[in-house]
């Protein structure tokens, strides 16, 4: 049972261009969601989260939205850059389940210079 | 500052042995996870201590697995009888609390013969 989905498996970008990462949840008490990052042969690193209370985070060129009614976030970056390209993985929690992390299965991005 | 520490950084080993892994979180952080990533696929969430609360172990897929966590701080994931399927990247984060980002180390890759 896939609590949290990323149903793109990978997804080509320009530089410079917009990216947009897809995410998606079935269990409606999640109240805390995040995004990592991940690069070959490291472990992932946190890039930005976002509480259920929002609807909107930005920092710097990474913004999350979240859309509570669809279950959905999603993470914009722009301008894409060429050391974007990763993986980034989709990650939800709640208090009530003691915030143990569900991660999604990933989307791997590129960005074409 | 030190990161979240894991030892070995790969491991090779025969079917049927039992391999234990090293986790040495970031001082002070009294949350670890433990993560499974086999190839291709997102990370499996395993087992996530809370300071001095009873683990949370429904990650566990099977009871060849086991994990400790002495004194809170360093935590071993013990898998028992391996099996082929074993075979994949273990990795541990530790967050400040429950509802803070995880800080990963770099994993283990685990290989069963």
């Known amino acids: 049972d896939q609590q949290v989905k990323q149903n793109s498996p990978s997804l080509s970008v320009q530089e410079g261009r917009i990216s947009i990462l897809n995410c998606d949840y079935t269990?409606?008490?999640?109240?805390?969601f995040l995004w990592y990052k991940k690069y070959p042969a490291e472990g992932p690193t946190f890039l930005i989260s976002?509480?259920?209370?929002?609807d909107k985070n930005e920092d710097g060129r990474f913004t999350v939205f979240l859309n509570k009614s669809a279950k959905h976030l999603s993470l914009h970056i722009v301008p894409s850059q060429p050391g974007d390209s990763a993986v980034y993985f989709c990650?939800?929690?709640?208090?009530?389940?003691?915030?143990?992390?569900?991660f999604g299965a990933g989307t791997r991005l590129f960005v074409k210079a | 500052g030190a990161g979240v520490s894991q030892s070995p950084s790969n491991k090779v080993t025969e079917k049927g042995k039992d391999v234990e892994l090293r986790c040495d979180p970031i001082?002070?952080?009294?949350?670890l996870y433990w993560y499974r990533q086999s190839l291709g696929q997102g990370l499996e969430f395993l087992i996530y201590?809370?300071?001095?609360?009873?683990?949370?172990k429904s990650g566990l897929p099977s009871d060849r697995f086991s994990a400790e966590r002495t004194g809170g701080s360093v935590s071993t994931l013990t898998i028992q009888r391996t099996q082929q399927e074993d075979s994949a990247v273990y990795l541990c984060?530790?967050?400040?609390?429950?509802?803070?980002?995880?800080?990963f180390g770099d994993g283990t890759r685990l290989s069963i013969l």
């Open positions: 001082s002070g952080h009294t949350a």
């Open positions: 990650a939800a929690s709640s208090r009530g389940g003691g915030f143990k992390t569900i």
């Open positions: 201590f809370q300071g001095n609360s009873a683990p949370d």
């Open positions: 984060a530790s967050s400040p609390r429950g509802d803070q980002p995880q800080h």
């Open positions: 269990n409606s008490m999640f109240d805390y």
């Open positions: 976002i509480s259920s209370i929002k």
